[in-house]
């Protein structure tokens, strides 16, 4: 991710003197059965040219999962953290379905019509007993 300081009007700050001198990221993910326990990584990104580039972060989300990247001014009170909620996982290949609460893309079951999400359906003629059945 890229940050650029922008002001009230939406025009981009260049004054060093008014740009914070970092930018923390935190990216977290909240996994299934433990919603009181994110799981957060944190990165810092000094201030070059007026941006705020994170190039050594890698977030990856768990399928099913809800997924946060807060920015936040370091040594700048005035200036409020953006969140960025709701971030999407990428879904698995169509012939594949996501094991929800992990990073997992499994093959498509036998007589199952997977769509790369974690919905699994059974194919025209087929039953299952239940959703988490195959």
Request: net charge neutral.
């Amino acid at each position: 991710p890229e940050v650029i300081v922008t002001d009230a009007a939406g025009n981009r700050v260049v004054d060093r003197s008014a740009l914070p001198a970092a930018v923390r990221l935190r990216y977290s993910t909240v996994p299934p059965d433990r919603e009181n326990e994110a799981l957060p990584t944190t990165s810092t990104s000094f201030e070059v040219s007026a941006r705020y580039v994170f190039r050594e972060l890698a977030a990856r989300g768990l399928h099913n999962t809800p997924n946060e990247l807060q920015f936040s001014a370091v040594g700048a009170p005035g200036i409020e953290p953006l969140v960025v909620s709701r971030i999407p996982t990428e879904a698995c290949a169509s012939a594949e379905y996501a094991v929800i609460g992990s990073t997992v893309c499994k093959p498509c079951p036998a007589n199952g019509v997977c769509d790369g999400t974690s919905a699994v359906q059974a194919a025209p003629g087929y039953w299952r007993s239940g959703s988490k059945s195959f």
